[in-house]
């Protein structure tokens, strides 16, 4: 399995970005995937999640009303559409994927993305 992020950049305070997560090789067709963040200095949270089927997604509060994650299985590839960015949104982005089988959790990651917002 390889996850594969782009998007990132240097943008201003107030800007838009869309990040991608490109999925290649043997995905479980019953997964989650989700985008996480690391800032320097502190721990990788959870930014936003979604189902397989697109049908449930979460947001972690910081986020919530700006951020949109969204996935299309066809290209398999999710997004993370980010507007109104914030100088505290300033991370490392990573591509995460995750499904159960055979009783074994498979967990993926990708390389990671920055986004660097100024204000």
């Known amino acids: 399995v390889q996850l594969v992020e782009s998007g990132g950049g240097l943008v201003q305070a107030g800007d838009s970005l869309r990040l991608s997560c490109a999925a290649s090789?043997?995905?479980?067709?019953?997964?989650?995937m989700a985008w996480y963040r690391q800032a320097p200095g502190k721990q990788r949270e959870l930014v936003a999640g979604?189902?397989?089927?697109?049908?449930?997604?979460n947001y972690a509060d910081s986020v919530k009303g700006r951020f949109t994650i969204s996935r299309d299985n066809a290209k398999n590839t999710m997004y993370l559409q980010m507007n109104s960015l914030k100088s505290e949104d300033t991370a490392v982005y990573y591509c995460?994927?995750?499904?159960?089988?055979?009783?074994?959790?498979?967990?993926?990651w990708g390389q990671g993305t920055q986004v660097t917002v100024s204000s």
């Open positions: 995460n994927v995750k499904w159960w089988s055979d009783h074994l959790l498979h967990d993926y």
């Open positions: 090789g043997s995905i479980f067709s019953i997964n989650v």
């Open positions: 979604i189902t397989s089927s697109g049908g449930s997604t």
